[in-house]
Structures are given as C-alpha cells and as structure tokens.
C-alpha cells in the first residue's frame, strides 16, 4: 500500500489560515469517508485532530477542520497560534483492514 | 483519562526478536481496537499492526507479515507486539494507540518505545 502524498511543508503566520493537502486514491481516501488528522510534537505521542473526514475529537479547537473531495483530503488550520507548530500526518483506511499514512507535513508558524 | 505506556525496547542485533508492551489505564482494554505505528528516524508514520476486537481479529501491514505478532492479554490490560527476524528497516520509535470513534482512528497515545536494529 503506497503512502498517502502530503507536502513536506507548510507555513503562515500567527492568525492566518494553512490547508494541508493529502492526496490518496480512489482505493483509500476517494472509496472511504475514515480520514484522519494527527499533529505530532517532538518526543511526544500522535495527537488526534480529526477523524471521519471531518470531525473533531473532544478538546480539540474548531480552529481545525477537515474536508475531502474526490482523493483529496484537507486539513484547515485557522487563526494560526505558536503551538500549532508541529507536523501532521493524515491516515486513511484502504480498505482490507488496511490503514495508511501521509509522509507528513511539517508546519510552520512564521 | 485513558493512558497508554509502552516499554519494552532496547538495541537488538539483526535477525534478533523484542516484545514491546503498551499499558492500558484508565480504561478496561475490551472492544477497543488498538494498533502500533512506527515512525523510523526522519521518516513518516507506518501503520504496523492492528487488534481489532474481542474475537481476536489481527491485520498486519506488508512489511512485518510473518514476522510480527500482535496480541492483547485483558487480564494485565496489555497490548502486545512480538517481533522477530528484525530488520535495520525495523529501527522506529513504536507507538500504541487505542480507537474510539472507529477502527481507523486513535484517540489516545502512548510515548513511544525506541527499537533500534543494529549490530
């Protein structure tokens, strides 16, 4: 199972809004609504974000929100704050007890 | 609060076997599914292995078929994962996750346990 393609990077600055892209197939993302969204700190556990495409976990900021279309799926992150710096990875089920993930973006707050 | 602790990783020599463990508290591991990722030095996360439930259904990604096994013991409230014919491709921090909402997602982490295949 071939890896989900995020872009290696993404930045904005404190307040703005980012999108993270993760691009699948029609054989993971495009065939299942079961995307999601990790933030990951150094020496820290994976964080989730977002789960089922677009919905968000208890505890989690409305400043993140996720959507998909066709293989794409979509990570928004608003309002841009210092402690958003991190990098992401989005997952999707492929189907066959199968899960995947993105090789990750790494953002940046300027 | 859910708390997932991993341990059991070390150096190990090529072809050489390690049992990581993930202990559950604040949770009664039953029909939780519960999965290890990996993520090697500069790289992403991979998906490794996945218990999907009471009946003791186990996937496993490609690259560790054959040579990983996942198991839980309900009594201790562990996840286990036994590896064996390790590889240096196998050198990754090793996280344990728990779902909640599905089976393809996790809700909570542990730190991770460092396994590095050398000689």
């Known amino acids: 199972q071939s890896a989900l393609t995020q872009p290696p990077s993404a930045s904005g600055s404190p307040g703005q809004s980012v999108t993270i892209s993760c691009t699948g197939t029609s054989s993971d993302v495009g065939d299942y609504n079961y995307v999601s969204w990790y933030q990951l700190h150094p020496g820290k556990g994976p964080k989730l974000m977002i789960y089922e495409v677009t919905k968000r976990p208890s505890g989690v900021p409305d400043r993140f929100s996720g959507s998909k279309s066709g293989n794409t799926a979509s990570l928004t992150v608003s309002g841009l704050q210092a402690d958003d710096e991190a990098d992401y990875y989005c997952s999707s089920y492929a189907g066959s007890n199968n899960l995947v993930f993105g090789g990750g973006t790494k953002l940046t707050v300027l | 609060q859910v708390h997932l602790v991993e341990s059991g990783g070390g150096v190990v020599q090529p072809g050489g076997s390690l049992r990581l463990s993930c202990a559950a508290s604040g949770i009664t591991l039953s029909t939780n599914g519960m999965h290890w990722v990996r993520q090697a030095p500069g790289r992403g996360l991979e998906w490794v292995a996945f218990?999907?439930?009471?009946?003791?259904?186990?996937y496993y990604a490609d690259s560790v078929k054959g040579r990983f096994t996942i198991a839980k013991d309900s009594s201790k409230n562990t996840l286990y994962l036994q590896m064996s014919s390790l590889r240096s491709e196998d050198t990754a921090v090793y996280y344990c996750?728990?779902?909640?909402?599905?089976?393809?997602?996790?809700?909570?982490w542990g730190q991770g346990t460092l396994v590095t295949v050398s000689s």
């Open positions: 996750g728990i779902t909640n909402y599905d089976f393809w997602s996790c809700y909570e």
């Open positions: 218990f999907r439930d009471s009946g003791g259904n186990k």
